[in-house]
């Protein structure tokens, strides 16, 4: 028999979901042909979010690659828009002009965002957050530039607001309304969430109108003016102020719109030949623009697509989390009540805590949670189900795991759910699928229950569920994380095969190394390029090209980013040791840049904090010290104590050693921070037993101890060896951190190297063996004595762009120039 020709514009979420619907109900029956308007395949839209801010990458959120296409028969036209439908003819065509007939169509086109009509919109700068695209631009340009402001404090804008400032950016939120997320929250919970995203360094300005956008001589975007003449400096403008519909192509064909593309509850649209999901359609009058609607229109579609003519799309209840990592916050229904409504609400604002659930004639209407989101999924369970919640009043505000004989008791929550209790809300997966797949199917793995059920393959809020499913069904069989983890998403390849690669093919840049190991993304991610860069300077000193923007805004700028989006200066003190003149220094710059505050560290150095970007380089030229690399993935501190020379106690002259070896290291870069301490007696008063290296005087000459960790998790430094001179401690100490430079996984600290290499395998390298020891400490000194004071080349002139602010030209100025 012949097979019906499906044409499908759309190659979104919505789209995809039908597919794959359509192919489990009826696998054979269309001849399949997708139109994309995008480059890249069906994509986890709601996940642009982490991957803008760093936590994933596109190719990581790609639903259904090229070869799932291939694989089902489906012809599939990417970068593709449709541009004619003709309804007569039964016949699409793209902008290229590529036409296809069908028998039955389906349009998920989508929506678009809304622009606001600003003077200024059209300049280079200005974008809006969709798409993969956008998420781009807004990548590259936290690579360049430093301020950016965000138009729209919604869902959409708050995470590319999070996303930009976890890149580095100085980022304002500007909204219209009194409080974020007004569609979402309440002013109670807004008021946490505008707290908690203002200690990560993102600023609000509130009941604010954007009046326009203002550019500079070269056409690009510089700042935006607010109505009450205010005026934000920005190089980067996103506007998410809402979507709307993409109907463009319906209209054009005569299909009946209204606030959508009108479809009724089989997904039909007053063409019987066509239908529409997404956010495109407008159904009883109602635009959905959340991922689970969507998929439940899919269903429906699919089902009729496939004639089997039963399913019903009856509407849905909106719901929302923001996807924005260590902040919990769920909402759904009308939270709001008003009258007739009830509330119950427990709020803590000291914990960050708030719930409230709103309850109308015995039923659970609404709810909004912050700080503890745990048991949203069964509030949303309750609401739609319309259950009547009058026997759980006395429980209902403690969630699902309270509620006595049919609670869970302490019990885990995964092994006491009932197999028809839902998982994953926005796939609509129960744990009974779940489990089910896991047994039949032999599933063992996160990315294998995904792809099998489609459970947390969405927004991801439900992946500690079902990871405790796995674990309860598979058992010893469950595999929580490959053994060999590639360095990031971006490659196949571990850590270990990148750094040998470039020390055998002699790399010398990052985009070389990206290029030679066949990178899956063309700029790499902000996990592999600071890595990458790491990896081809340690290998290849004096040689590799420094790649600055694959440096964290704290590298680039040579000072610690505070959460008001000043700086902290810590200039570098040798064993701790300071001087009358220098402690005048820095009193005189304190008073003349008005820092506001001055902090001794527990490194023995003082820290100034609340410096200003453009401050810097004449900050750091008037105190005219070293830098203490505090920023830096490199040699923090050499803590000391008075050893011999002052204290009763001491063997050895500690603070000397100290000064030494701080003078002999100072320079050096490596995988994390490292930090030393010498003590000038077994006493310890240095705390040597908790660095990185650790050396202790004793009457014979010095213990050195390595791989200790006084972060939050404490580990006691390692006995490595005892030697007699300060020379052997300085090729001793030096030695180990070269192997822990060549050898060391970037952002692995020396606890966790030693931990995976062992403490024989340095000792082997280090200790015992005299001629290896030597070249490493000559491969050190060769490698730091051609690094630079960082500082001091900035006050010189190097890179100073990095610390100028633009200046705002208005049109004025222009004309006159």
């Not at 996103?238 to 997904?267: K, Q, W």
């Not at 053994?483 to 690669?501: D, G, I, S, W, Y």
């Not at 190297?753 to 063996?769: E, M, N, P």
Request: proline content about 4%.
């Amino acid at each position: 028999m012949q097979k019906q020709r499906l044409v499908v514009v759309g190659n979104g979420m919505a789209g995809g979901r039908t597919l794959e619907e359509l192919l489990k109900y009826a696998p054979d029956l269309y001849d399949i042909t997708v139109f994309g308007a995008e480059p890249l395949p069906n994509y986890n839209r709601i996940l642009l979010s982490p991957v803008l801010s760093g936590e994933q990458t596109l190719p990581e959120i790609i639903l259904n690659d090229l070869i799932w296409y291939e694989r089902h028969g489906i012809r599939l036209h990417l970068d593709s828009k449709v541009v004619k439908l003709d309804r007569t003819a039964r016949r699409v065509v793209s902008e290229d002009g590529t036409a296809a007939h069908y028998d039955r169509l389906l349009l998920a086109t989508g929506s678009r965002p809304v622009i606001l009509p600003l003077p200024g919109k059209e300049l280079e700068g200005v974008i809006t957050y969709r798409d993969a695209q956008d998420t781009r631009s807004m990548i590259e340009a936290a690579a360049r530039f430093s301020d950016a402001v965000v138009i729209g404090g919604g869902l959409l804008g708050l995470e590319a607001a999070n996303g930009l400032r976890a890149r580095g950016m100085r980022v304002t939120v500007v909204h219209l309304m009194p409080w974020l997320m007004e569609r979402q929250l309440d002013r109670a919970a807004a008021l946490l969430l505008k707290e908690s995203l203002e200690a990560r360094g993102i600023g609000f300005v509130l009941e604010a109108k954007t009046q326009a956008v203002l550019g500079d001589a070269a056409g690009r975007v510089c700042a935006v003016e607010l109505a009450d003449g205010r005026r934000l400096p920005a190089q980067l403008v996103v506007m998410a102020v809402g979507i709307r519909p993409n109907t463009e192509l319906a209209e054009s064909a005569r299909l009946h719109c209204d606030r959508g593309i009108v479809v009724n509850d089989t997904m039909q649209t007053f063409d019987p030949r066509i239908y529409a999901v997404g956010e495109c359609v407008s159904h009883r009058g109602v635009a959905y623009g959340l991922v689970a609607p969507l998929f439940e229109m899919a269903k429906v579609a699919a089902n009729h697509l496939a004639q089997y003519g039963i399913g019903r799309y009856c509407g849905s209840v909106p719901s929302a989390r923001l996807k924005v990592t260590g902040i919990d916050l769920f909402s759904a229904g009308d939270f709001q009540g008003g009258r007739g409504a009830e509330e119950i609400v427990l709020s803590d604002p000291a914990a960050g805590v708030y719930k409230k659930l709103v309850i109308r004639d015995d039923k659970l209407i609404g709810s909004v949670m912050y700080g503890d989101a745990a048991d949203g999924a069964w509030y949303f369970k309750l609401l739609r189900e319309g259950t009547n919640v009058a026997p759980l009043r006395p429980q209902l505000m403690y969630g699902d795991r309270n509620l006595g004989n049919g609670g869970y008791q302490g019990r885990e929550r995964a092994a006491a759910m009932t197999d028809a209790m839902e998982v994953c809300g926005c796939n609509g997966v129960a744990k009974g699928t779940i489990v089910k797949a896991i047994k039949e199917q032999g599933l063992f793995t996160l990315e294998e229950v995904r792809k099998r059920t489609k459970a947390s393959s969405s927004c991801g809020s439900c992946t500690g569920l079902v990871e405790q499913l796995l674990a309860i069904t598979a058992g010893g069989d469950y595999s929580p994380a490959p053994r060999a983890k590639p360095l990031c998403p971006c490659t196949e390849h571990t850590h270990e095969e990148v750094r040998r690669t470039i020390r055998e093919q002699h790399l010398l840049s990052v985009d070389a190394a990206m290029k030679m190991m066949a990178w899956r993304t063309v700029n790499g991610c902000a996990r592999c390029r600071p890595a990458l860069n790491y990896y081809v300077l340690s290998t290849w000193p004096r040689e590799a090209q420094d790649d600055p923007q694959s440096r964290f805004i704290n590298e680039r700028a040579h000072a610690n980013i505070q959460k008001n989006g000043t700086y902290s200066v810590v200039p570098r003190m040798w064993g701790g040791s300071t001087s009358a003149a220098e402690l005048r220094r820095i009193a005189d710059v304190v008073d003349k840049y008005r820092i506001p505050t001055v902090k001794i560290t527990g490194g023995q150095r003082i820290d100034l904090l609340g410096v200003r970007k453009e401050d810097l380089p004449a900050v750091w030229r008037d105190l005219d010290m070293p830098s203490g690399h505090a920023y830096a993935k490199a040699l923090r501190t050499v803590k000391t104590c008075v050893g011999s020379e002052w204290c009763r106690f001491g063997v050895q002259d500690s603070t000397r050693m100290g000064i030494e070896l701080e003078q002999a290291l100072w320079r050096m870069y490596a995988p994390h921070k490292v930090k030393l301490a010498v003590s000038g007696c077994p006493r310890n008063c240095a705390e040597a037993g908790i660095k990185d290296v650790g050396v202790i005087a004793v009457d014979s000459g010095w213990e050195i101890h390595v791989a200790g960790n006084g972060g939050t998790k404490t580990e006691v430094a390692q006995f490595f060896a005892k030697v007699e001179t300060r020379e052997e401690v300085l090729e001793y100490a030096g030695a180990f951190l070269q192997l822990y430079r060549e050898e060391g996984y970037y952002l692995e600290r020396t606890v966790h190297f030693v931990a995976r290499v062992g403490l024989d395998y340095c000792k082997a390298r280090v200790v015992s063996d005299r001629a290896q020891r030597k070249a490493l400490y000559e491969r050190l000194q060769f490698a730091i004595s051609g690094e630079p004071d960082p500082w001091k080349e900035r006050v010189a002139g190097v890179a100073r762009h990095e610390f100028e602010s633009l200046r705002v030209t208005s049109e004025s100025e222009v004309t006159r120039q």
